[in-house]
């Protein structure tokens, strides 16, 4: 009997063990049903996204590649020296940007003598300009006082008798969720690089005069300069959607005059009547308005298609596209299919520029033929798939000319080898990466789009890069060598990578690598020395030519001989006949 109940036993013993299997898988069977539920609820239309259709770059396309290390004398020979013409539409385009941080100081009469544009407007003046409006309504209007016993007047607006609500302060728990994520993963960078020391924010005196050093005409906010330089490869967005979408409205704003002043960037617009041209120049990062749209990095659908864009900057420039057009339908209205529009920008700006860009093309606003390609100058690189909005609107990547300088650490942000960790916390804080084709595929948040022009300065200004020859030139890559350009492209936005970068605690502060390598008064610098340098070689070998050829000019005709010869005999012939001899 015992031996029966403990067999018994055994086989309700069994029984339990696999009931409890069982429900285990069934428990895991649920908590999957209910986190692809939780993740249709977060992605809605995104479930199902195909991620190798999402990111069109892939640097891991090739086995006989995946071998190839690329050092110098690879990288070299994808290099291709840039045209004369194109060499000095940038610098054009550079003084431009750099004169978008200081729009007040603009004198009208310099940038006709100097560079033959004249001086349209600025977001500075359609501020002023909406003030005013909005200062002549408030007196203009008089405000009938509503009773509770008094029927409303009709003709009152409801906004009219209502108290305005508050709006959104700043910075938005958004901004500080973002920038406590900021610090926490900038401390793990010496786990990943050991250089010694842990990356600190270095005090930043300002010289004589509120400047840093010869060659920036603005002043810089340093204290802020530093912590956003080294927030933004790895800031994240961490709030809820109704956060995220407070701060989306907050960037974009609402109604013409709340969109001036939500603007994150100013911008100034000039022409050049002898071409038809209209010219967009948009300023970079230098308010915490600007900053807010960069840590605001999250991705999202770009007008209406599958491709992904950053979504801070993309809001921005929506607002900036309202402002840009009344001066763009004016232009054309004007000038019919002879008018152009050329877009440019360093840094932020740059990004705004192209994203105002495509916009005009996508929404059929302008022809193509209407518009110049867009001139980025040190600008983050923004969308996931870029590469897919070009060909859909029949353009090549000649359409955007991506400027960079050789160690720049603001293109290389979102482009650059993102460590586990980092995506790790990014996936943690915020649903809208677990998805992201470019970060599951690629390790990175954007891709590069368009054509990548590398300036690397004199060594006296900035050390040579170990890609690149030496001395001073600006390069482009070589777009025929297919999938080795791509890992060209990968290795140099690595090289040096951004958290290396962000270790070294020289890199802060007025001195520091990251303002001498970003800062767009350096861009112009680099590029007109450029020029210099081509125009010495140009005057040197017109010299040494000119010095070769002196002495065939200088020397006699080998037929003078034979000339003066001829021309004695006739003389003498003539005396003769003269003396009768």
Known sequence: MESDYEDKMEVDKGKKQANWIERLMELKKNWKEKEAKDDEYAYGDRVGYDEEEGCDVDYEDDEEEKEINIDREIFSSLLKHVFWSDTKL???????????????????????????????????????????????????????????????????????????????????????????????????????????????????????????????PRIYKSEMAARVAASTMTAVVAAGEKQREEAAKDLLGVGTERS?????????????????????????????????????????????????????????????YDQFMPDIQQHMNKFGDRAKLQFTGHSLGGSLALLVNLMLLTRKEVKQSAILPVVTFGSPYIFCGGQKILDQLGLNEKHVHCVMMHRDIVPRAFSCNY???????????????????????????????????????????????????????LYTLDNTAGSLTKRAVRTFLNSPHPIETLSDPTAYGSEGT????????????????????????????????????????????????????????????????????
Request: include cysteine.
């Open 90 to 216: 940038f610098s054009q385009l550079a003084f431009l940007c750099n004169m978008a941080y200081v729009i007040p100081d603009i004198k009208t009469g310099d940038l006709k003598r100097y560079y033959g544009l004249d001086f349209v407007t600025s977001s500075l003046e359609k501020k002023a300009e909406a003030a005013a409006i909005k200062d002549k309504v408030e007196k203009d209007s008089v405000r009938v006082p509503v009773s509770y016993t008094e029927v409303p007047n009709p003709i009152l607006e409801p906004a009219e008798i209502s108290e305005p609500k508050p709006r959104l302060s700043r910075p938005t728990a958004a901004y500080e969720i973002a920038a406590s994520a900021a610090s926490y993963v900038q401390s793990r960078a010496k786990d990943l690089i050991s250089l010694g020391s842990e990356p600190q924010l270095l005090e930043d005196p300002f010289l004589e005069n509120g400047h840093y050093g010869s060659y920036s």
């Open 514 to 581: 990251i303002i001498r390598d970003h800062d767009s008064s350096h861009y112009l610098k680099a590029l007109n020395e450029v020029i210099r340098q081509h125009t010495r070689l140009v005057v040197r070998k017109a010299k040494k030519e000119r010095n070769q050829l002196w002495p065939l000019l200088a020397s006699r005709s080998p037929h003078s001989w034979s000339h003066t010869c001829n021309l004695k005999v006739r003389v003498e012939l003539s005396n003769k006949i003269l003396t009768g001899v």
């Open 419 to 473: 460590p586990s960790y980092v995506a790790q916390v990014l996936k943690r804080l915020n649903s809208t990466f677990l998805h992201h084709p470019c970060l599951n595929k690629n390790k990175l948040l954007y891709t590069p789009i368009g054509k990548i022009f590398i300036l690397q300065p004199d060594v006296k200004s900035s050390p040579r890069h170990p890609l690149l020859p030496p001395g001073s030139a």
């Open 260 to 320: 001036l002043h939500s603007s994150p960037c100013e911008w100034f617009v000039c022409d050049d009547s002898s071409i038809y041209t209209l010219y967009f120049v948009i300023q970079g990062s230098d308010s915490l308005a600007s900053w807010q749209a960069n840590l605001f990095f999250e991705p999202t659908k770009f007008e209406g298609t599958d491709v992904l864009v950053h979504r801070g900057i993309y809001e921005a420039a929506k607002g900036i």
